[in-house]
C-alpha cells in the first residue's frame, strides 16, 4: 500500500508516465475526465500532454493501453495542437494497437486516425497507413487496409488521394495471407465506388481469379455517386447541408450541388510514368534510316513496345516524332508506315498534352497519308491522328486539315471529314466556337457536293456532329446555301450521333447547355452560372448578347420580338405552271386575269386585289415563291406605268415580311430591285423590299447579292444608291455575318468608278463600316491612290470616337444565334474580336521561307544571320496578313532568342511583335514552339532586352488570350529556372495578367510550388514579385487548394508561407464579373445606343475587363514599370560594360610552366577524369582567379547556358587582339572547354566548337605547338565529342581534329585516338576509325605509334564489330594503310578470320577498282616524303602488284628460294576473275573439250626446260601451259561441278607418274587454287542452306584426293613455296575444326582423310618451307585474339611432328631460315610475353625445337645466324649459347664419370662455383615467402639432373624445421609426379618434360629419335591420352595436349588420335592414296603397344639407372622402323 500512496500523489501528467501499470492506468482515467473538462481547445494544459499521447496508445499492459486509447481520442478531438501529434501517435497506433487481439483496441486505434483525418490530418495519417502495410504482421495490415477503407468510405475520394493507395494494392493481393487479401478486395470495392472504371487498368497486373472475382462484385456496386459522410472541421457548411439533405430525403434542391463532389478520377494520374528515351534501342537513329526494311521493322517494334506503356515520362521527343512522321510520309512499305502510326498514336496517348508540341509537326503528313487504301494502314493511321487530336486543340490543327480538304485525292478528303466528325464529338459548345467552326463548315460545304459518294457522306457525318455538338441554332448560318434534301441528309446524321458524354448533346436551346457539359478543366464550371437563367431572362437584357464577346449587337431588338422561329425556309425551285396552280387558290380569279393585261387601269386594278388578298393571308398557307413569280409575269419587272411598278415593289415587300420567303423567292425578285434602286419614283419601294429580304433572308446574303447585281450593270445612280441603302441597313442590322472579303472587293470597284456620286456612296459606306471594323479596315487599302487615301481617311476621322447604333432590326434567326454566342465566350479571355481579324485576307508566305533563308538565319556569322532577319521582316511586311503557316521559320526564330549577339535578340523580338499583328489570331498554334523562348528572353541581363521581350509578350496576348499560355507545364518549367531576372519579370507579368481573366486552366496549379520557392529567393526583387503574384493566383485557385500544396514543403518553409497565404487572403482581388453583367455596366455609361451596340474596340479592351478603364490604367502601369525598368538597370548594364571593356586575361610570364610543373610533381591534381567532380572545378576556379577577368570567370562559371554562351562570345571577339595572353592561359581555356562537353546543352556545345575553330586556326597561323601538357588535359576529352549523335557536332570535331595537327604532331594523336576506338560508343569508334586512316592517308606509317603492327592489330579488330558503321572505318583505315605500303599491310594485321579477310580483300579489291590510275603515284608518295626510320621497310610498294594476291605477298616476302623459279604474270591465277565473276568461268562450255591426252602423248617436254620457263614463251609453251592455268584457275570456281571437273582433270594427270611432271612450275598456282576453294566452301557453301551438302561433301573428296596424289610425289610436293604451304595449312586446319563436317554424312571420315593428308604433307613438303611455315602459322595463331585455341594447338602438334623428322633431314634443311623465323618469332613473343600466355605450350614447343637443333648441330649451330640483323640484340643467340654451353658442361661431367681424371681441373672448379650459385639462388627462394613453392620445384629437378649435389652445406645452418620442411616439399612433389601418369591435370606440359629435355640424359652421345618418342610417350599417359594411338595416324600422333571434354565435344578433332580411323574415303580417288598409309601405321602401333598401358616412371635418382632401358628402346625402334 505505501507504494500507491507515492503515486497517487503524483499530479496526472506524471502518472501517466509511471513505470507501475496501475499509476499510469489511473493517470488516463484522470487525464481522460480533465480533457472531457476543458472546453477551450487552445487551453495551455494542453501542452503538457503533446510528449505523452503516443505512450498513451503504446502502452505495454493491455488493461492501460486500453484506457489510454480512449484518452488519446478525447485528445485528438478537443486539443488544438493535437496535428503535432499525428505522425508519432498514427505509427503507435499501427505497431502497437493493431497487432492487438482485442477488437476494442482496434476500434478505437482506427478511430484515432479518423479523428486526425478530420482534423485536417488527412495525408500524414495516409503515408503512416501506406507505410504500415509493409509491415510483417499480417493483422496490422489488415488493419492498415481496413483504417484506409473506411476512411476512404466516411470522408470520400476527395480527401482520401487514391493515387499512392491504387499504386500499393495490387501487392496486397499477392499477399500469402487470406484475411489480406480478403480485405484488399473489399478496400478495391470502396475505391471502385468512387472512381469507377479508373481502377481497372492499375489491377490488370492481379491474378486472374482474383480480377474476375473483383469484376463480379464490381457489378453489384449500385451506380448512385458516392457522397461524403464524414466532414472535415473546415467543412462544417458542407456537413450541414448533408444533415439538412438526410433530413429532407425527398427533396432535391442540393442534387447538384452534391454531384459537384465527386471527384472524377482519371486511370492516367494513377499509373506511373515511364522514360521510354532512355531504353530506346542506341543505334535506333541509325536502323530507321536502314535499306533493309526487316531492320527497320525491328526497330520501329521496339519502339511500339515502347510506346505501349499508358503513361509515358515528359522529354524531348522532337527527334524521335520526327523519325517517325518520316517514315509515315516517305517509307514505301506499308507495313512500316502501321508501325509507326502504332508509335504515334502510343506517344500521343502516353504523353497526353505534353505530346502538343509535336502534334502540328506529323498531323499534316498523317492526312496526306490517308491516300493509302489498305485497311490496316488507314486504321492505323486514324487512330494515331485521333490520339494526336486528343493532346491538342482543333483550332491548333485546324490549318493542316483546311490544307488537305482540297485535295484531288478522295480518300484524303473522306478521312480529314471523318477525322473532323470524330474530333467535333470531343469538343463541347466552349471549344467548338463560331470561328473555329466557320471554316471547317465553309471545305465541308464544297465536299457535300463532291462527285464521290464516299466523300459526301463524310462531309455530311462531319456537317451532323458538328449540329448535334453546339446545336441546331448555332451551325444553321453556315448552312444557308444548302437545299432542303441535303439538310435533311446531315439532320438525320446528326440524330445519329452519339456523343461520349451522357449529357453532352444538350442541343443549343436547351436550357443549361454549358452546365451540363462536362468541363474539361474546373474553371468552366465555375463560369456556369449565367446560362443557367431562363430564355426570358436572358432576353430581357438586351445587352447581354452582344457583350458577351465584346462583339457589335447583332439584332437584340429584333430577338426580343422574333425570338421563337429558328429555322431558314430551304425552298427548291418550282416551275411556271406549279406557280399558277399554287397562286390560284389564294388569289381572286380577277386578279391573276388582269395581271398582264394591255390596259395600266386593270392591271392597277389587279395589284390593288393581289394586295389586300397578301395582307390577310394566313402566314403558313403563304406560297412566297408562287407569288413572287405572278409578280413577275408578263410585263413582270418591264412594267412601264410608275404606278403599278410602285405597287407591285410594295407587295414584294409584303410578302417578304408576312410570308416564309426563301432565298429562291429573293433571288426572283432582288433584280428588279436593284434595277428600280436608283429609280426616282420607285427607288423608295425597292429599299423597302430590300430591306424585308434583309430580314427574312439574312443581310450579309441580301448584301453580297446587292453589290454583285448592282456592279453587274452600267447605271451610277443604281450603285450609288445600292450603296447608300446598304450604308444604312448595316446601321439598322448591325455588321455580324457580312462577308468582308467579297465586300471589299466590290467596294474597290466602287472606289475606282469615274461617277463621283459613287465613290462618294462608297466611301460613306466605308465610314459606316469603320464603326464596326475599326483600324484594320484601312489595311485594306492602303494600296489605293493617295488623293483617294486621304478621303478614306477624312471619313474615318468623322467616325472617330463614335458607337455603333443598337440594331434595330435583324433575322429570325437572330434570337438562336445569340444564344449560340454563349457558348464561344470562354475561348477569348483578353484577345480582340477574332470575327473581324479572320475576315482580312491573308497571304501564304511558307513558299518564301526556303532553306536558304533559314540557315542565313542560322548561319555562324552574325551579320549573316542580321541579313536572314531582315529578308524575313521583309516578307512579312510585303505580305501585310500573313497565315499561320510559316514553314520553319519559327524554328529559325526560336535559334535567334538565345543569339550571343543581343542587337540580334532585339530585332528577333521586334520581328515577333511585327508577326503577332500580321497573323492575327493564327498565332496561337505558335505559343508552345515561338511564344514560350520568348518568356526565357525575360531572363536576359540586359534591361532593354527584357523590356524588349515584355512588349512582345503583350503583342502576342493580344493576339492570343492568355489560356493557351498557361496550358501544360511550359509556365511552371520556366519558373523552375533559377534566374532572378525571369523570375521576377515574369511573376510580375502574371501579376498583371490574371487579374483580368474569369477562368484558367487547371495546369497553373504546377506554378504553385515554383510561386513559393520564389517566395523564399535569395534575390528580394524576386520574393517581391512573388508576394504580388500571390493573390492574384489565390484568385483563381482559391486558399484551400493553395493551403493544401503549402502544406507539402519543409516545416521551415511551410510556416514562412503560410503566413504569406494569410496576407495574401486579405488582399485577393474579387474575380471580374460575369461578361453579362460587364455589359450592363458598361452599357450605362454612354447611353441607350452605346448600350446597344458599343464599338468592337471598347468591347474587346473593356468588355472582358471588370473595370472600363482597367486597360488605361494597367497599360500605363506596365508602361511605367518598363521605364523604370529600363532606367536603372540600363545604368547599372552600362556600368558593367564599362568595367568590361578591359582585358579578358592576364599574361602572366612563366604561368602556365609553373602549372605544368606543379601537376607533374603532382602538387596538383591531374586533369584526368570521367566525369569532372567538383575538386577539379575548384582548383581550375583557383588557377583562372589569376588570369582571367573577375566578371569572365562569373560568366563562365554560371549556372545559367546562357552565361556561357555570352562569355564565349565575348573570348571570340578578343581572340585577335588578346592572341598572346589568350595562348598564355590556353591551358586552363582548354580545361574549361572540357568542362562543357559534359554539358547537355547543344547551344554551348555548338559555340565551344566554334571557338576551338577560331583558336586552333589562330595558333597554327602563329606557329604555335601544343605542350604534352595542354594536350594530355584537352584532347581526349575532343575524342569523347566524336561519339555525339549530332552530325553538325561531330563535324566540327573533325575540323577542329584537322587543325590541331597542325599545332600538335599527328603521331602523338594517333594513340589518343587509339583509345578512342576502344569506347562503347559505336560512333565514337567509327569516327575515331575514320580519323585514323586520314592520318596514315596524310602522314604515312610513321604515324602509327607505339609500332605499326601493334596498331594495325588492334585496328583489324574492329573488322569483326558488330556495329556496320565501325566495321567499314576499320576496313576503310586497313585500305589506307595498303595506299601507302601496299601488300605489307597483310603481315601488319596479323591474323584474321577467313570471313573477315575475305571483307578485306574485297575492300582493297573494290579500292583498286575506283583509283587504278591514281594507285601508283600514292604508291610512290609516301617513299619520297617518308624519312628513313624503322618503318621505312613497310613502304615498299611495287607499282604493278595486284592488291588481292595475298598468298604471293606472303611468299615474295620470305626469302627466293633458288630451286623455284617465280611463275610468270600470264601463267598465274586471276583470283579476281576467281572470287567475283562465278558466272563467267562456270558457264563455259568448252571446260570438258581439253584433251589432255594429246598435249601429253607426243612430246614430253624436257625436264630443265620445264624447270627455268622463261617469261618469253614461244607459241607451242605458250599453248600448253595456258590449257594447265585453265584448268586450275576452274578449281577455284565458285561453281562446285565446275571445280570437280577440273580437279577430276588435274587428278587424271597427278595419278599416271610418267605425266605428272607437266603440273611442275604450276604447284604453287595449282595450291592456291585449291585452298582458295577451301575458302569459298567454307565461307559461302557451308552456309548456304540451299547446296546439298553431299555435293559439298563430293567438292572436298575431290581436293583431298588430288591433295594425296600431288603429295605422293615428293618431286612435285617440295615445290611448294613456304607461303602456300603456311595458307595450305591454315585451310586444313580451319576444315578439320569446321563443327559443321559433323553434320555431313561420313563427316568423320572425311576429317579423318584431311588428318592423313596433313601427314603427308608435313612428310613429303620441302622440310625448310614446312618448318617455316608452321612457324609463322603459329605466331600468326597467338597474335590473333579471336582465333580457337585449338587452331594454335593443332599447328604445335604439326611442328612436334616435325621435330621427329629432324635428326633425319637436318642436312637438308636451310638452319639460317629457320633460325631467322625462330628469331622473328622471339621478337614478336619475347620470353616474357610468351609465359605471359594462357598456355606455356607455345614456349616448350619453341624450346624443344632449338635444343633439337643444338643437339643434332652442336656448336656450329651459331654459324647459322647470318640472316638475322643485329645479332647481338637478339634474344634467340643469347638462348642458342645458353644450351650449347650448357650441353658442354654436361658432357664434360659424363666424360670425367669415364675417367675421372682425363678432365681439366678448371673446368671442374668452374662447375663447382656455377653450382653453388645455383642452389643459393634455389635456397632463397624457398625462403621467400611468395616463391617458396617455385623454389622446392627447382631443388627437386635439380636433384634429378644431379643427385650427387650436396646440399649440406646449405642446410647446416638452417632450422630443424626449415630442414624437415624441405624435405618433406621434396617427397610430396615426387609422389605428386609418379602419381601423374593416370591422374589427368590441367598443367600442359611439366616443367621437366621438355625444358630438361637435352639436358636429362647423361648419354649425350646416344640422343637419336626414340629418346623423343619415349619423352612423348611419357607426356601423353600424363595428359591421360593413350599411347597406342600414336603413330603416322595423324598430327595428333605427335602427342599434343587435349583436353578430355573438348574431345567429347568434338569428335572430328577426337579422330586424330583414334587408335583405327577408318582410311577409305567414299570416292575412289582417295582409296588408293590412303591405302599406302596402312602399313606404316600398323608397324607404329605395333612398336607402342608394349608400352600403351604402362605406368609412367618418375626419374630415378641416379640417371644412369635407366640407360640400359633406353638403349634397347632405341634399338628396337629402329629395327622397326628399318
Not at 470524330?422 to 457536293?449: D, E, G, I, M
Not at 513559393?1012 to 520574393?1023: H, I, K, P, Q, W
Amino acid at each position: 500500500m505505501g507504494d500507491d500512496s507515492e503515486w497517487m500523489k503524483l499530479p496526472v501528467d506524471q502518472k501517466c508516465e509511471h513505470k507501475v501499470w496501475k499509476a499510469r492506468l489511473s493517470g488516463y482515467e484522470e487525464a481522460l475526465k480533465l480533457f472531457q473538462r476543458i472546453e477551450d481547445e487552445k487551453s495551455p494544459e494542453w501542452g503538457k500532454y503533446l510528449g505523452l499521447i503516443k505512450k498513451f496508445v503504446t502502452d505495454s499492459n493491455v488493461v492501460a493501453q486500453l484506457k489510454g486509447l480512449e484518452t488519446a481520442l478525447a485528445f485528438v478531438m478537443n486539443a488544438h495542437i493535437a496535428g503535432k501529434t499525428t505522425g508519432e501517435v498514427t505509427s503507435g497506433v499501427i505497431t502497437k494497437v493493431f497487432n492487438q487481439p482485442k477488437a476494442r483496441a482496434k476500434e478505437l486505434g482506427l478511430e484515432i486516425c479518423l479523428m486526425y483525418i478530420e482534423i485536417e490530418k488527412a495525408e500524414v495519417v495516409q503515408d503512416e497507413l501506406l507505410k504500415g502495410l509493409e509491415n510483417k504482421n499480417p493483422k496490422v495490415v489488415v488493419a492498415c487496409l481496413e483504417a484506409l477503407r473506411k476512411a476512404l468510405s466516411e470522408f470520400g475520394s476527395k480527401i482520401v488521394t487514391l493515387k499512392p493507395v491504387v499504386k500499393v494494392l495490387p501487392k496486397q493481393f499477392e499477399s500469402r495471407e487470406k484475411a489480406v487479401r480478403d480485405e484488399a478486395k473489399l478496400l478495391a470495392i470502396e475505391i471502385f465506388r468512387w472512381i469507377r472504371d479508373a481502377l481497372r487498368p492499375p489491377l490488370q497486373g492481379i491474378n486472374s481469379v482474383q480480377l474476375k472475382d473483383l469484376e463480379e462484385e464490381w457489378v453489384k456496386v449500385p451506380t448512385a455517386a458516392p457522397k461524403q459522410t464524414r466532414f472535415l472541421r473546415s467543412q462544417q457548411d458542407l456537413k450541414a447541408k448533408f444533415e439538412q439533405h438526410q433530413a429532407n430525403k425527398g427533396d432535391e434542391v442540393d442534387g447538384e450541388e452534391e454531384e459537384d463532389t465527386v471527384v472524377v478520377v482519371d486511370p492516367y494520374e494513377l499509373l506511373e510514368a515511364v522514360d521510354i528515351l532512355a531504353k530506346l534501342p542506341k543505334d535506333f537513329y541509325e536502323k530507321i534510316e536502314a535499306k533493309k526494311w526487316q531492320e527497320r521493322k525491328e526497330t520501329l517494334e521496339a519502339v511500339e513496345t515502347l510506346a505501349k506503356n499508358p503513361k509515358l515520362e515528359a522529354g524531348d521527343y522532337g527527334d524521335l516524332v520526327r523519325a517517325l512522321k518520316k517514315v509515315v510520309g516517305k517509307d514505301a512499305n506499308v507495313m512500316l508506315v502501321t508501325l509507326a502510326a502504332k508509335c504515334l498514336a502510343g506517344l500521343a496517348s502516353g504523353l497526353r498534352k505534353k505530346f502538343g508540341t509535336y502534334a502540328t509537326l506529323v498531323v499534316s503528313t498523317i492526312l496526306e497519308k490517308f491516300k493509302e487504301k489498305k485497311p490496316q494502314v488507314v486504321q492505323a493511321l486514324q487512330e494515331a491522328i485521333d490520339a494526336i487530336f486528343l493532346t491538342t486543340t482543333l483550332q491548333n490543327l485546324s490549318e493542316d486539315i483546311l490544307g488537305v480538304m482540297d485535295n484531288k485525292n478522295p480518300s484524303i478528303k473522306q478521312q480529314a471529314s471523318l477525322f473532323l466528325a470524330r474530333a467535333f464529338r470531343h469538343c463541347t459548345q466552349a471549344t467548338l466556337s463560331k470561328s473555329v467552326l466557320k471554316p471547317f463548315c465553309a471545305a465541308l460545304l464544297k465536299q457535300v457536293n463532291d462527285s464521290a459518294l464516299e466523300v459526301r457522306d463524310a462531309a455530311f457525318e462531319a456537317l451532323g456532329t458538328a449540329m448535334k455538338v453546339i446545336g441546331e441554332k448555332a451551325v444553321n448560318p453556315f448552312l444557308a446555301d444548302l437545299d432542303k434534301l441535303k439538310l435533311d441528309k446531315i439532320k438525320e446524321c446528326a440524330d445519329k450521333v452519339e456523343l461520349p458524354g451522357a449529357k453532352r448533346g444538350a442541343s443549343g436551346g436547351d436550357k443549361k447547355p454549358a452546365a451540363k457539359a462536362p468541363p474539361p478543366s474546373e474553371a468552366p464550371s465555375k463560369s456556369s452560372g449565367p446560362p443557367k437563367k431562363t430564355p426570358a431572362a436572358a432576353a430581357s437584357k438586351p445587352s447581354a448578347g452582344p457583350s458577351k464577346k465584346g462583339k457589335p449587337a447583332t439584332a437584340s431588338g429584333a430577338k426580343a420580338k422574333k425570338g421563337v422561329e429558328a429555322k431558314e425556309i430551304i425552298e427548291t425551285e418550282l416551275a411556271i405552271e406549279v406557280c399558277e396552280q399554287r397562286a390560284a387558290l389564294v388569289l381572286p380569279a380577277s386578279c391573276l386575269e388582269h395581271l398582264d393585261s394591255a390596259n395600266w387601269k386593270e392591271r392597277l386594278a389587279s395589284m390593288e386585289e393581289f394586295q389586300k388578298a397578301v395582307e390577310t393571308m394566313d402566314k403558313i398557307e403563304m406560297p412566297c415563291q408562287a407569288l413572287v413569280r405572278m409578280l413577275a409575269k408578263k410585263p413582270g419587272w418591264k412594267e412601264t406605268n410608275f404606278q403599278v411598278m410602285q405597287m407591285k415593289l410594295r407587295v414584294v415587300a409584303i410578302i417578304a415580311q408576312r410570308g416564309q420567303f426563301s432565298k429562291t423567292s429573293a433571288s426572283v425578285v432582288l433584280e428588279c430591285l436593284v434595277d428600280k434602286v436608283g429609280d426616282v419614283k420607285c427607288g423608295g419601294n425597292a429599299k423597302e423590299g430590300l430591306t424585308a429580304i434583309g430580314e427574312s433572308c439574312s443581310l450579309p446574303w441580301t448584301a453580297e447579292q446587292l453589290v454583285s447585281l448592282a456592279f453587274s450593270q452600267k447605271n451610277p445612280k443604281n450603285q450609288s444608291e445600292s450603296l447608300n441603302w446598304l450604308a444604312n441597313a448595316m446601321k439598322e442590322f448591325g455588321f455580324a455575318g457580312i462577308n468582308v472579303k467579297a465586300f471589299i472587293n466590290n467596294v474597290k470597284i466602287a472606289l475606282g468608278a469615274t461617277n463621283p456620286a459613287v465613290r462618294i456612296s462608297a466611301i460613306a459606306l466605308l465610314g459606316v463600316m469603320y464603326l464596326y471594323m475599326g483600324a484594320p479596315l484601312r489595311m485594306f487599302f492602303e494600296d489605293e491612290k493617295p488623293a483617294l487615301l486621304s478621303q478614306i481617311d477624312a471619313e474615318f476621322e468623322k467616325m472617330q470616337g463614335q458607337s455603333p447604333p443598337a440594331a434595330i432590326r435583324g433575322t429570325r434567326k437572330s434570337g438562336p444565334e445569340a444564344d449560340g454566342d454563349d457558348g464561344d465566350e470562354p475561348e477569348e479571355d483578353a484577345a480582340g474580336p477574332p470575327d473581324i481579324m479572320d475576315l482580312l485576307p491573308r497571304t501564304d508566305i511558307s513558299d518564301k521561307i526556303n532553306c536558304d533563308l533559314v540557315s542565313k538565319i542560322g548561319d555562324k556569322n552574325w551579320k549573316i544571320r542580321k541579313e536572314g532577319l531582315d529578308e524575313a521582316a521583309a516578307i512579312i511586311s510585303d505580305a501585310k496578313f500573313i497565315t499561320a503557316n510559316i514553314g520553319d521559320l519559327s524554328l529559325a526564330l526560336k535559334g535567334r532568342l538565345n543569339d550571343s549577339n543581343k542587337i540580334l535578340v532585339l530585332q528577333t523580338l521586334t520581328m515577333l511583335q511585327q508577326l503577332a499583328t500580321a497573323m492575327g489570331p493564327g498565332l496561337k498554334q505558335h505559343i508552345k514552339p515561338l511564344g514560350i523562348p520568348i518568356i526565357t528572353v525575360l531572363g536576359d541581363s540586359k534591361a532593354n532586352v527584357r523590356a524588349a521581350a515584355l512588349a512582345t509578350l503583350q503583342a502576342w496576348v493580344e493576339q492570343t488570350g492568355m489560356k493557351d499560355w498557361l496550358e501544360g507545364d511550359d509556365m511552371s518549367e520556366e519558373l523552375k529556372r533559377e534566374n532572378p531576372f525571369l523570375r521576377q519579370e515574369l511573376l510580375g507579368w502574371l501579376a498583371e495578367k490574371l487579374p483580368n481573366m474569369r477562368t484558367v486552366p487547371g495546369d497553373l496549379m504546377q506554378c504553385v510550388p515554383q510561386l513559393f520557392a520564389c517566395l523564399e529567393d535569395r534575390n528580394g526583387d524576386v520574393r517581391k514579385k512573388a508576394q504580388d503574384a500571390l493573390p492574384m493566383f489565390m484568385m483563381h485557385l482559391g486558399f484551400d487548394k493553395m493551403t493544401k500544396a503549402a502544406g507539402k514543403l519543409k516545416p521551415a518553409s511551410k510556416d514562412q508561407v503560410s503566413g504569406m497565404l494569410e496576407k495574401a487572403r486579405a488582399v485577393m482581388p474579387a474575380k471580374p464579373a460575369a461578361p453579362s453583367k460587364a455589359g450592363d455596366g458598361a452599357g450605362k455609361a454612354p447611353g441607350s445606343k452605346a448600350a446597344a451596340g458599343p464599338r468592337p474596340q471598347a468591347s474587346g479592351d473593356d468588355a472582358t475587363d471588370s473595370k472600363p478603364e482597367g486597360k488605361k490604367i494597367r497599360g500605363g502601369g506596365a508602361a511605367a514599370k518598363r521605364g523604370t525598368l529600363g532606367k536603372k538597370p540600363a545604368a547599372k548594364g552600362m556600368k558593367e560594360e564599362e568595367d568590361r571593356s578591359g582585358p579578358i586575361f592576364t599574361l602572366i610570364p612563366n604561368a602556365k610552366e609553373q602549372r605544368s610543373k606543379e601537376e607533374k610533381q603532382l602538387k596538383i591534381l591531374k586533369w584526368n577524369f570521367t566525369t569532372p567532380r567538383d575538386e577539379y572545378l575548384d582548383q581550375l576556379k583557383a588557377q583562372m582567379s589569376t588570369c582571367f577577368a573577375k566578371w569572365l570567370q562569373d560568366e563562365i562559371f554560371h549556372f545559367d547556358f546562357q552565361r556561357h554562351v555570352k562569355a564565349i562570345g565575348v573570348m571570340m571577339e578578343r581572340l585577335e587582339s588578346e592572341s598572346e595572353a589568350t595562348i598564355g592561359c590556353l591551358d586552363l581555356i582548354l580545361k574549361w572547354f572540357t568542362l562543357r562537353f559534359f554539358d547537355t546543352n547543344t547551344t554551348v556545345l555548338m559555340k565551344v566548337l566554334e571557338y576551338l575553330k577560331l583558336l586552333f586556326a589562330m595558333l597554327s597561323a602563329q606557329g604555335f605547338h601544343l605542350s604534352e601538357y595542354e594536350a594530355s588535359s584537352f584532347v581526349p576529352y575532343l575524342i569523347l565529342k566524336m561519339g555525339e549523335s549530332k552530325d553538325g557536332v561531330r563535324k566540327d570535331v573533325r575540323t577542329i581534329l584537322t587543325l590541331l595537327c597542325k599545332v600538335y604532331p599527328a603521331a602523338k594523336v594517333f594513340p589518343l585516338l587509339m583509345d578512342g576506338t576502344k569506347s562503347k560508343n559505336s560512333k565514337q569508334r567509327s569516327e575515331c576509325l575514320e580519323e585514323l586512316g586520314l592520318l596514315i592517308e596524310g602522314n604515312g606509317l610513321t604515324v602509327c605509334q607505339p609500332t605499326p603492327a601493334k596498331c594495325l592489330k588492334e585496328i583489324a579488330v574492329h573488322i569483326g564489330d558488330r556495329d556496320t558503321s565501325v566495321r567499314n572505318a576499320a576496313l576503310n583505315t586497313v585500305v589506307a594503310v595498303y595506299n601507302v605500303c601496299g601488300e605489307q599491310v597483310y603481315k601488319l594485321i596479323g591474323n584474321l578470320s577467313e570471313k573477315e579477310m575475305s571483307m578485306l580483300e574485297e575492300r582493297i579489291k573494290r579500292s583498286a577498282k575506283k583509283t587504278p590510275a591514281a594507285a601508283p603515284a600514292k604508291q610512290s608518295a609516301p617513299e619520297r616524303t617518308q624519312p628513313p626510320n624503322s618503318t621505312a621497310t613497310f613502304l615498299r610498294k611495287p607499282a604493278q602488284e595486284d592488291p588481292n594476291k595475298l598468298n604471293q605477298a606472303r611468299q615474295n616476302a620470305q626469302h627466293n628460294e633458288p630451286s623455284h623459279p617465280s611463275i610468270p604474270r600470264e601463267f598465274q591465277l586471276d583470283l579476281d576473275m576467281i572470287e567475283t565473276d562465278q558466272g563467267r568461268v562456270g558457264d563455259l562450255p568448252d571446260l570438258v573439250q581439253h584433251q589432255l591426252e594429246e598435249l601429253l602423248e607426243p612430246i614430253v617436254m624436257p625436264e630443265p626446260k620445264m624447270r627455268s620457263v622463261s617469261p618469253h614463251y614461244d607459241e607451242l609453251h605458250n599453248s600448253t601451259a595456258s590449257t594447265i592455268n585453265f584448268v586450275i584457275s576452274q578449281v577455284a570456281s565458285g561453281d562446285i561441278n565446275t571445280s570437280i571437273q577440273a580437279l577430276a582433270q588435274i587428278d587424271e594427270v597427278l595419278r599416271q607418274e610418267d605425266k605428272a611432271e607437266v603440273m611442275s612450275g604450276h604447284i604453287d598456282q595449282f595450291l592456291i587454287a585449291t585452298f582458295m576453294q577451301l575458302r569459298l566452301t567454307y565461307n559461302t557453301h557451308m552456309a548456304d542452306e540451299r547446296l546439298d551438302k553431299k555435293d559439298i561433301f563430293k567438292l572436298y573428296s575431290c581436293i583431298i584426293g588430288n591433295m594425296l596424289s600431288l603429295f605422293f610425289m615428293e618431286s612435285l610436293a617440295r615445290e611448294a613455296s613456304m607461303g602456300v604451304l603456311k595458307d595450305l595449312m591454315h585451310g586444313l586446319i580451319t576444315l578439320m575444326l569446321d563443327g559443321r563436317v559433323e553434320d555431313i554424312e561420313d563427316g568423320q571420315q572425311l576429317i579423318r582423310s584431311v588428318n592423313l593428308l596433313m601427314v603427308r604433307v608435313l612428310e613429303r613438303s620441302d622440310q625448310t618451307n614446312i618448318l617455316s611455315a608452321l612457324l609463322v602459322l603459329l605466331q600468326d595463331s597467338l597474335i590473333t585474339t579471336g582465333g580457337s585455341p585449338m587452331f594454335s594447338e593443332l599447328v604445335m602438334k604439326c611442328l612436334w611432328r616435325m621435330i621427329r623428322y629432324l635428326p633425319e633431314s637436318i642436312n637438308s634443311i636451310n638452319l639460317d631460315r629457320i633460325l631467322l623465323d625462330v628469331h622473328n618469332f622471339m621478337k614478336v613473343f619475347p620470353k616474357d610475353k610468351l609465359k605471359q600466355l594462357k598456355s606455356d605450350v607455345p614456349h616448350r614447343t619453341l624450346k624443344t625445337l632449338l635444343h633439337t637443333l643444338c643437339k643434332l648441330t652442336g656448336v656450329k649451330i651459331l654459324d647459322h645466324l647470318s640472316m638475322i640483323e643485329n645479332r647481338n640484340e637478339s634474344e634467340l643467340e643469347a638462348h642458342l649459347r645458353r644450351v650449347v654451353k650448357h650441353s658442354g658442361n654436361l658432357s664434360g661431367i659424363k666424360s670425367d664419370r669415364g675417367n675421372e681424371k682425363s678432365g681439366p681441373r678448371t673446368e671442374d672448379r668452374m662447375s663447382k662455383a656455377k653450382v653453388s650459385d645455383i642452389l643459393s639462388e634455389i635456397f632463397k627462394k624457398i625462403g621467400s615467402k611468395e616463391n617458396t613453392k617455385e623454389g622446392l620445384t627447382e631443388l627437386y629437378e635439380y636433384k634429378q639432373q644431379y643427385s650427387d649435389a650436396d646440399l649440406e652445406p646449405f642446410l647446416r645452418n638452417t632450422s630443424q624445421f626449415f630442414q624437415s620442411y624441405v624435405e618433406r616439399g621434396l617427397r610430396m612433389i615426387e609422389s605428386e609426379r609418379e602419381g601423374k601418369g593416370r591422374i589427368q591435370t590441367t598443367a600442359v606440359i611439366p616443367q621437366h618434360g621438355v625444358d630438361s629435355g637435352p639436358l636429362g640424359g647423361n648419354n649425350g652421345e646416344d640422343l637419336k629419335p626414340a629418346m623423343y618418342y619415349e619423352r612423348l610417350k611419357i607426356l601423353r599417359q600424363r595428359k591421360g591420352l593413350e599411347n597406342h594411338t600414336k603413330g603416322l595416324g595423324g598430327v595428333g600422333g605427335v602427342g599434343g595436349p587435349e583436353d578430355e571434354q573438348q574431345q567429347q565435344q568434338r569428335l572430328p578433332i577426337s579422330s586424330l588420335l583414334s587408335p583405327k580411323p577408318p582410311v577409305a574415303s567414299s570416292t575412289d580417288m582417295l582409296q588408293s592414296k590412303l591405302s599406302q598409309l596402312k602399313e606404316s601405321r600398323e608397324l607404329y602401333q605395333q612398336e607402342l603397344s608394349p608400352h600403351g598401358h604402362s605406368p609412367p616412371r618418375g626419374r630415378s635418382a641416379s640417371p644412369s639407372a635407366n640407360l640400359d632401358d633406353l638403349k634397347k628402346r632405341l634399338e628396337r625402334i629402329k629395327s622397326n622402323r628399318q
